[in-house]
């Protein structure tokens, strides 16, 4: 934030000219004027919020089936492991506004450009946590569903998934809570997203503008990780199960 | 539904186990049968094979050589699915799912063949009563809102739900502090006399294995079949000297554990002092009828029934006798030890 106020330009006076009802905050750019905010959250923020969602949401789901899938292959053939893993770590290490600026001449200005790169970083976490996860479980567990007549599919999808929730769910969470940071910078491409009125206030030097689409960014993240905790503990109650007194 | 449909007869005919990269087989040549019903014991030292014998049955470890069948049955003849599904399976760690209710870990093979969803309900709540676990109470709780004897005995709901014939247990117990684990042995034995299934049964535990075996295996180093008969033949005339060392220098006192007061011919009153002598119920077994004499300093003993009234007396004399009759042949490890090493030169 301090970056965007010594951005702001010097001179006195009003520097956004039109903003609505020109009261004596926004005339002085104040750090965040309230009024402002409310007044031009339908037109400036929503639509922003809504593509940030958007964004983050198609990245996430994107990013789980690759990576699921990959964690299986490497759950059942640890051979191809350290393949995916260096993969993704390589796509991790690029530097973000480089990696969206990689991707313009190659898929162009767009969701497909800003999707790829925010994909890309996703899988790290996510194979990491699905694979961490179906390898946590307990030896005895496989070896009783085993002894008992479970079939390798039956064993995966009845006793080795349900078991990884917490471990997938923790997965989610992080790389939900990163990419939503990340997508900020996507506006560096095309003004999609809270990023844009970011950039935009970068431009400009309105504080109010830069200040509202930080906090509804840093807000939004907090929902989403909140949302997965809740539904994490909804569909595996048994984790925080211990033994009564 | 209803406990105990059928037991299966298991034959281990010229099984072999033989580990690629190894030397020495796992499992060697091993040969019996376990009746129809009955609880066999599979024991030996660590390395004797005993846990390998056992996971060949239901195809855990493919088998190198010869063959098992369970009520003439070829095990290599059915699928190793189907197989499993048929057979429980108890093991040390138990491992229950963590992540399914009580109820569920218990219906699990049930569901898997294909029971609906009444009668798996009926079945898993039914079993979870005679293991000694309260339906209303424990179905809905998850296995770590449970204690380590608790869990065991939902693993041996869980085992007994589709009413297998023959059971595997692989130390069951083991991982269970002694006062537990007494009193779900006893209650297994009950419950084995109500369902009478075949059941193969795993331990290191020389008490145990006496307690809980109608039949013993025994295992040596390299899985060779040491002895193979029932408790009471094998501690009164071990084959060899591993056999003897094996059971332990106090055999004679597990025999005496191994019958009661109520069994065993009594005497009439002994001639001698018939003050301090202590009293026993029929129910005591002779090695505690010992015990109590020489604790009380006293060579007889006074056996009266609940009701009062005196069945009959017990001398050390006549303890040793008994232990001396029962023995068959010969009492003395060393001899027999010696008579077995000369059989095994001769075969050879």
């Given amino acids: 934030m301090s970056g965007a106020l010594a951005l702001a330009p010097a001179q006195a006076g009003p520097v956004i000219p039109d903003f609505g009802r020109g009261d004596e905050c926004i005339r002085t750019n104040g750090n965040f004027c309230f009024n402002w905010f409310v007044d031009n959250f339908d037109e400036r923020f929503l639509p922003r919020l809504g593509e940030h969602v958007k964004m983050t949401a198609i990245a996430i789901a994107i990013g789980f089936v690759i990576a699921f899938a990959a964690a299986l292959l490497a759950h059942r053939h640890p051979r191809f492991e350290l393949p995916f893993a260096n993969l993704s770590s390589l796509f991790y290490t690029i530097p973000s506004i480089a990696f969206f600026q990689i991707m313009v001449p190659i898929t162009g200005i767009g969701w497909t450009s800003i999707i790829i790169a925010l994909v890309s970083y996703t899988l790290l976490i996510l194979f990491r946590n699905i694979l961490t996860g179906l390898r946590e479980v307990p030896d005895e567990v496989k070896e009783a569903a085993e002894g008992m007549g479970l079939t390798r599919r039956q064993t995966l999808v009845r006793v080795e998934l349900p078991l990884a929730v917490p471990a997938i769910m923790a997965g989610v969470r992080v790389a939900t809570v990163t990419t939503i940071s990340l997508a900020t910078i996507a506006a560096f491409i095309t003004p999609l997203g809270l990023g844009a009125p970011i950039f935009n206030a970068i431009q400009s030097g309105a504080n109010t503008e830069f200040v509202a689409a930080s906090l509804l960014a840093i807000a939004l993240a907090l929902l989403a990780d909140a949302v997965i905790v809740l539904a994490q503990r909804a569909v595996s109650p048994w984790a925080r199960a211990r033994r009564r007194a | ?348």
């Fill in chain 2, 1 to 348: 539904m209803s406990p105990g449909t059928a037991a299966a007869e298991i034959v281990f005919d010229h099984v072999t186990k033989r580990y690629p990269g190894q030397e020495r087989p796992a499992v060697d040549d091993l040969s019996l049968t376990i009746p129809a019903g009955e609880i066999c014991v599979l024991i030996g030292p660590s390395g004797g094979g005993k846990t390998t014998a056992m996971k060949l049955v239901n195809r855990l470890i493919p088998l190198t050589d010869g063959d098992i069948t369970i009520d003439g049955t070829s095990i290599l003849d059915l699928d190793p699915v189907e197989l499993r599904r048929g057979i429980g399976y108890v093991i040390q760690q138990i491992g229950l799912f963590p992540h399914m209710t009580i109820e569920a870990n218990v219906a699990t093979v049930p569901k898997l063949v294909g029971w609906d969803r009444g009668r798996t309900r009926a079945r898993a709540r039914e079993l979870l009563d005679l293991v000694g676990l309260d339906p209303d109470e424990y179905a809905k709780r998850f296995p770590a809102q449970l204690s380590g004897g608790q869990r065991q005995r939902v693993g041996l709901a869980r085992a007994m739900a589709a009413d297998p014939p023959l059971m595997l247990m692989d130390e069951p117990f083991g991982a269970i502090d002694p006062i537990t684990r007494e009193r779900l042995q006893n209650d297994f034995l009950r419950l084995h006399r109500e369902v009478r299934k075949t059941v193969i049964f795993v331990t290191h535990d020389i008490d145990e294995a006496i307690r809980m075996g109608d039949r013993i295996a025994i295992l040596r180093q390299g899985g060779r079949l040491a002895q193979y008969d029932t408790p009471e033949a094998i501690l009164a005339a071990p084959a060899d000297e591993f056999v003897a060392d094996f059971v332990g220098a106090d055999r004679g006192l597990k025999r005496l554990g191994l019958r009661t007061l109520g069994e065993v011919p009594l005497l009439d009153e002994p001639a001698g002092r018939a003050d301090h002598r202590p009293e026993a119920t029929p129910e005591t077994t002779l090695r505690d009828a010992l015990s109590l004499m020489l604790t009380e300093g006293s060579n007889a003993l006074v056996v009266r029934e609940r009701d009062g009234h005196v069945r009959g007396y017990l001398t050390l004399d006549a303890v040793s006798r008994l232990l001396d009759a029962g023995a068959g042949r010969n009492g003395d490890a060393s001899a027999g030890a010696r008579e077995a090493a000369e059989r095994g030169e001769a075969a050879r």
